[in-house]
């Protein structure tokens, strides 16, 4: 569906060459970081408990009230070249509340300005949570680490602190495939997110043809870091990590668009098989690797205190709050001045690379001074 901009041209259509979550995007265009995208974090309820789950420590039983909608969509009104919003959670459906007094005013808003929007959801409820969006949702962004009902038994629930039937989960993963496949005929954009983990290294090539079957078009692929649930979980050698993306580049569709992000390879690295995997990956067709958004276009707002974070997992501090400064404002004191952004703001724009994810650095580089660093091509 084409969507006109509040300037009233209409907007490029998302492709291959068109991700304006790219923080490389809006760098090219402003000639520095810029905030371009906001995500909003509009629950902490959830009805799986995911072992991975990056946001884990923080999902509740009950939670307070919101900010009120209209500070939130003022905010995001003052943002003066916003091109995205995501909204994220915990299930971000998990009430019909949050549906119809925030989820949707948020994405008609979007709609109306022209700006792109995204979900992050599990899926896994009943349809009519998710028909609602349809007219004006740009992308549905959900996790897909499995290759059976039983794989999402074991890995959904790891953290619930209670036996779950196994019945009750073979339901959720057919409800699950089924609202997949009918919001994708009806026209929903579905990007399915794996993560390479100790669990799924050697089975992407199965999980993709499932997302294929599923009709997503797109598959997104993340390393999954040591953060939240998946701190005490077993971490990937970065041999590991580049095997298992050989693997799938070996194997995949090379119809369906795929997004590799956060990814810990660089074209800087002194080993040539690292340089040899982002060579691979630049050069595929429909293959594309976003550079992190976190705290270099974007920011995440917690919309029950208002708190502003550089990442939607919070192991970093807010900086900022919205009821008393813009977000331009918080971003541009980010930006300038936090120590930490100043670790990892490096760009080499031939490699069309924008510098390393902060977890990434801490895990794997620590020490590594990223700045004096420039790309091997
Ligand atoms: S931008 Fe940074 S991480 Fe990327 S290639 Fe250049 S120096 Fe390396």
Redesign the pocket.
């Known amino acids: 569906m084409t969507v006109i901009h509040r300037s009233g041209l209409p907007l490029k259509e998302l492709s291959p060459t068109n991700d304006p979550w790219d923080p490389l995007q809006s760098l090219r265009q402003y000639g520095k970081h810029t905030l371009t995208s906001v995500e909003m974090t509009v629950t902490n309820l959830c009805n799986m408990r995911c072992e991975h789950c990056a946001v884990g420590d923080s999902l509740v039983m009950r939670e307070p009230d919101m900010i009120p909608l209209p500070l939130m969509l003022k905010r995001l009104d003052e943002v003066e070249n916003l091109k995205t919003i995501s909204i994220t959670g915990g299930e971000p459906t998990f009430r019909k509340k949050t549906v119809e007094e925030t989820i949707i005013p948020l994405l008609r808003y979007a709609r109306e300005r022209g700006v792109r929007s995204q979900i992050n959801s599990n899926l896994t409820l009943d349809i009519g949570r998710y028909e609602p969006m349809l007219p004006y949702l740009d992308v549905m962004h959900i996790s897909f680490n499995y290759t059976s009902p039983d794989d999402f038994h074991e890995v959904g629930f790891a953290n619930s602190g209670h036996p779950v039937p196994r019945e009750a989960a073979v339901r959720m993963y057919d409800t699950m495939m089924e609202n997949a496949r009918k919001l994708s005929d009806a026209g929903m954009f579905i990007s399915a997110e794996s993560m390479i983990n100790y669990r799924t290294h050697r089975k992407l090539p199965e999980i993709h043809r499932l997302i294929r079957e599923m009709g997503c078009q797109r598959h997104e692929v993340h390393p999954m870091y040591a953060a939240d649930f998946a701190a005490s979980l077993p971490v990937l050698s970065l041999d590991d990590f580049r095997a298992a993306i050989h693997d799938l580049l070996d194997h995949r569709d090379p119809q369906l668009w795929m997004l590799f992000g956060t990814l810990p390879f660089?074209?800087?690295n002194p080993d040539k098989a690292d340089r040899d995997l982002v060579a691979r990956l630049r050069n595929e067709p429909n293959v594309t690797v976003r550079n992190d958004p976190d705290g270099r276009n974007r920011v995440n707002v917690n919309m029950f205190t208002g708190d502003v974070f550089v990442t939607d997992f919070a192991a970093i501090p807010a900086f900022g709050n919205i009821h008393e400064h813009k977000l331009d404002d918080i971003f541009g004191e980010w930006s300038n001045n936090h120590p930490l952004n100043q670790q990892v703001n490096?760009?080499?724009d031939a490699?069309a690379?924008?510098?390393?994810n902060l977890l990434v650095a801490d895990m794997y580089y620590k020490g590594t001074d990223?700045k004096s660093?420039?790309?091997i091509l």
Request: charged share 15%; aromatic share 14%.
């Open positions: 660089f074209s800087c490096c760009h080499c490699a690379c924008c510098g390393p990223f660093r420039r790309a």
